[in-house]
């Protein structure tokens, strides 16, 4: 047996993606060493060095080559890639069942892994779904304030993990990995992953949330990590000193902006709207800010262009105002001003994408971004979809509320609905093994 490649992280304080990448490796059982820069300005710089000028954590190294960040690592995840370069790969035939579960469970955010708490205390064994994004957006967020039952507040990644080790006491078994396709054509659910697995099951709960929009500007591709990030928390501190952009006008944007004063010289909000869509709790917060002449908020404001390299990172933005709001729907109109203006690194806030790519082709209805419709209404069944066995929860579904709490509730609705499909077709199954012995006496 091959001896397993050397495999360093370079992480930071506060780094949910950080926390994210070490869970794969863990996973995995592979060993890795870790190095972390904050606070060390020498190790900071040979980290930049090593990862080609990207200023962001986490980043990989297998055997001296980059991987790259949590992005770059998920991917060649995904791909059956990573456990090559790790030597771990198996010698499982492409197609063929690895297992067959009961119930597989589609994300482990807060809705998933509710679900799974209570399917395993239902004795249903769910095997979890990681998704591209362990943990969900919650594990983005620093500070939970308003989780029923911490009244000092909980950091998110906290919660996630002490969530994840009440399901796996519960019997949920949680596996890295993300869902590629659902087959509904044939009964169990045939589940194919990226990286090739091949598992079936009898239901399958969709909590696979959504994740962070971007914009699709010039110059985004090419300076996302060198300065452009959807994760303040996870970026924040490397650019101390600098002035800021955030990008949205939700709580997210609210709570990123006012996260950051903590490293800025000047946060700067641009909203494209004239009022901001966040609770009052988060605009308070931010005009407390703005009164101190830590942020300013640019209203009627989009980012239409980044300007920068990935040797330098982001240098300039180009931004566009104009007073009736949506200034990018308005670029022929003489009253909307385009002007250039100088931040060190932006931070994007403005929305997220369900994750239903895979559930296309079963027959389960969404609507036209995406979110899965389910039952709804009073009684059993709301989390039901339009295919029997297949349930949703989560931000997969709520597009409105989007709360840790509505979500934990509907993974809970969806562990229960599931429950109880799966004991019709447990009674269904066995009425059928107590007629065919009677037929064949006949």
């Not at 790259?68 to 060649?76: C, I, N, Q, R």
């Not at 063929?96 to 807060?110: D, F, M, P, S, Y």
């Not at 002007?339 to 931070?347: K, Q, R, W, Y």
């Not at 209404?377 to 929860?393: K, L």
Request: aromatic share 8%; glycine share 12%.
């Amino acid at each position: 047996m091959s001896e397993q490649p050397r495999v360093e992280i370079y992480t930071k304080e506060d780094c949910p993606y950080c926390e994210k990448a070490k869970d794969l490796f863990d996973s995995k059982d592979v060993e890795y060493e870790t190095y972390n820069v904050t606070g060390d300005d020498d190790l900071f710089e040979e980290m930049v060095e090593r990862a080609d000028g990207r200023k962001t954590a986490p980043e990989v190294f297998i055997d001296d080559e980059l991987i790259g960040g949590w992005d770059d690592t998920s991917a060649l995840d995904e791909t059956g890639e990573l456990d090559e370069k790790l030597g771990i790969a198996d010698d499982t035939e492409d197609g063929e069942v690895l297992e067959h579960r009961k119930l597989i469970i589609a994300g482990t955010g807060i809705a998933g892994l509710t679900a799974a708490i209570y399917a395993g205390r239902s004795n249903n064994e769910p095997l979890v779904i990681e998704g591209d994004e362990p943990g969900g957006q919650l594990t983005l967020t620093t500070d939970v304030a308003n989780y029923p039952g911490f009244p000092e507040g909980i950091s998110g990644p906290e919660l996630v993990n002490n969530m994840k080790e009440q399901a796996t006491q519960f019997g949920a078994e949680l596996e890295n990995g993300i869902i590629e396709s659902v087959d509904s054509d044939q009964r169990p659910f045939r589940v194919e992953l990226t990286n090739g697995d091949v598992y079936t099951a009898d239901a399958v709960i969709a909590a696979s949330g959504a994740s962070a929009r971007t914009l699709g500007i010039p110059g985004e591709d090419e300076l996302m990590g060198y300065g452009l990030s959807t994760c303040a928390t996870c970026d924040g501190a490397f650019f101390r000193g600098e002035d800021m952009l955030v990008v949205g006008g939700g709580d997210a944007a609210m709570e990123e902006a006012t996260f950051l004063t903590k490293f800025a010289d000047t946060v700067y909000i641009a909203h494209r709207r004239d009022e901001f869509r966040a609770e009052d709790y988060w605009v308070d917060r931010v005009e407390e800010k703005v009164e101190e002449g830590e942020i300013e908020i640019m209203k009627n404001t989009e980012v239409i262009e980044l300007h920068g390299s990935q040797e330098e990172g982001v240098d300039h933005v180009t931004l566009v105002e104009n007073d009736q709001g949506h200034p990018t729907d308005r670029l022929d109109d003489p009253e909307t001003e385009e002007f250039d203006f100088d931040v060190g690194a932006v931070f994007f806030a403005i929305g997220h994408t369900p994750n239903t790519d895979y559930l296309e082709g079963t027959g389960v209805e969404m609507d036209a971004d995406g979110y899965l419709k389910t039952k709804g209404g009073d009684g059993g069944g709301q989390t039901e979809t339009h295919v029997p066995g297949i349930f949703g929860a989560g931000d997969v579904v709520d597009y409105h509320y989007q709360q840790a709490v509505t979500a934990a509730g509907m993974g809970s609705k969806a562990a229960l609905d599931a429950d109880e499909y799966l004991e019709d077709l447990e009674r269904a199954d066995s009425s059928i093994e107590e007629v065919e012995p009677a037929a064949a006496d006949d």
